[in-house]
């Protein structure tokens, strides 16, 4: 079946440093995903997405790696920043769903001071 | 520039109970979704509509209707509201099929006692 999972519900890092988000995917068919950031009590905001016809893209800060043979996709975030606090999470684009994404579980990062 | 609006933030309905949830966006898109997240998950679509006159059903849409009589609106309703209904309700539009960002809202927090 179709499932977006994360490996790590909590992810703890001292400002500064570099923060790796992990989420795996189950579907070989889905070509597209999106990283959301939800803060606390708002709503889910876009970070960065990549279609299955790339291997890594990049952003502010942001960097998404795609690996299709191990299902796996991955956020990286430079110089993690207190405001970088939040529940991230991870949705696939199935190709036989083209009106709705699938969310994965989430992940809190917590920046430490 | 409001995005998009849901209201109410916050409501505590009894069993049994009726209410609408509203959204409204501004940005022209066609395509609307309404998301639930529980506790500590990740978000589940409820229904989408990928233009005016036009919806239908998500992942988990029992308990739930919808309509979409205008390219701005889309509400959602609860006919008799169940404990299993207590959760955060998202609503977000997307200017395209669900290959892009999607533009939440802030988020409507029910409680059914």
């Known amino acids: 079946g179709e499932s977006v999972g994360l490996h790590l519900p909590t992810l703890s890092v001292q400002e500064g440093d570099n923060s790796i988000i992990n989420c795996a995917y189950s579907?070989?068919?889905?070509?597209?995903f999106i990283w959301y950031k939800q803060e606390s009590g708002k709503g889910p905001q876009f970070i960065i997405d990549i279609r299955s016809n790339m291997d890594k893209r990049q952003g502010q800060r942001v960097t998404v790696l795609l690996n299709k043979t191990v299902k796996h996709l991955s956020l990286q975030i430079a110089a993690t920043q207190p405001g970088d606090s939040a529940v991230y999470f991870c949705a696939e684009n199935p190709m036989d769903s083209s009106y709705k994404l699938i969310f994965g579980s989430g992940t809190r990062l917590l920046v430490r001071p | 520039n409001a995005g998009v609006t849901q209201t109410p933030k916050f409501r505590i309905l009894k069993i049994g109970q009726s209410m609408t949830l509203q959204c409204t966006q501004d940005?022209?898109?066609?395509?609307m979704y309404w998301y639930r997240q529980d506790p500590g998950m990740g978000l589940k679509l409820i229904y989408y509509?990928?233009?005016?006159?036009?919806?239908d059903k998500g992942e988990v849409p029992n308990g739930y209707n919808v309509s979409r009589s205008t390219t701005e609106d889309f509400p959602l309703r609860l006919e008799l509201a169940a404990p299993s209904q207590t959760s955060v309700y998202f609503c977000?539009?997307?200017?395209?099929?669900?290959?892009?960002?999607?533009?939440f809202g802030e988020g409507s927090r029910l409680t059914v006692l």
């Open positions: 579907n070989s068919a889905s070509d597209y």
């Open positions: 509509s990928v233009g005016a006159g036009i919806t």
């Open positions: 940005m022209n898109h066609n395509y």
């Open positions: 977000a539009s997307s200017y395209d099929k669900v290959t892009g960002e999607l533009f």
